[in-house]
């Protein structure tokens, strides 16, 4: 299975786009997945992350009312809506899958599959 996150784009501060984050060859259903983001030269920084079921669901708190994650089992899909984009916000994000693990999964090393990540810009 590999996972394939697309979405990213240019938007101007105050902004949104929606992530998407999809399997390839397989299924996630019993995958937890989390979102990251990197800039360059820094570790991957966890975002938010759902369980298998869709019921839980967590983001951090600097991204907290602005950022909503949500799944589709039927469609097989996890999201990141991002709302109220800040400059601060800019860097590629990438979704990360946890085998059996939870919405609060925080470090990268956890995750058995990524995305290839995609690339959030938001300028002022």
């Known amino acids: 299975v590999q996972l394939q996150a697309c979405g990213g784009g240019l938007v101007q501060s105050g902004g949104s786009l929606r992530l998407s984050c999809a399997p390839s060859?397989?299924?996630?259903?019993?995958?937890?997945i989390g979102w990251f983001r990197q800039d360059p030269g820094k570790e991957r920084e966890f975002v938010g992350g759902?369980?298998?079921?869709?019921?839980?669901?967590y983001v951090v708190d600097t991204v907290k009312g602005r950022f909503t994650i949500s799944r589709d089992n039927v469609k097989e899909v996890v999201y990141l809506q991002m709302n109220s984009l800040k400059v601060e916000d800019t860097a590629v994000y990438y979704c990360g899958a946890d085998l059996y693990g939870s919405d609060r999964t925080f470090t990268a090393s956890m995750y058995e599959l990524w995305g290839q990540g995609t690339q959030v810009t938001v300028s002022s």
């Open positions: 759902v369980d298998w079921s869709g019921d839980r669901r």
């Open positions: 060859g397989g299924s996630f259903s019993d995958y937890a």
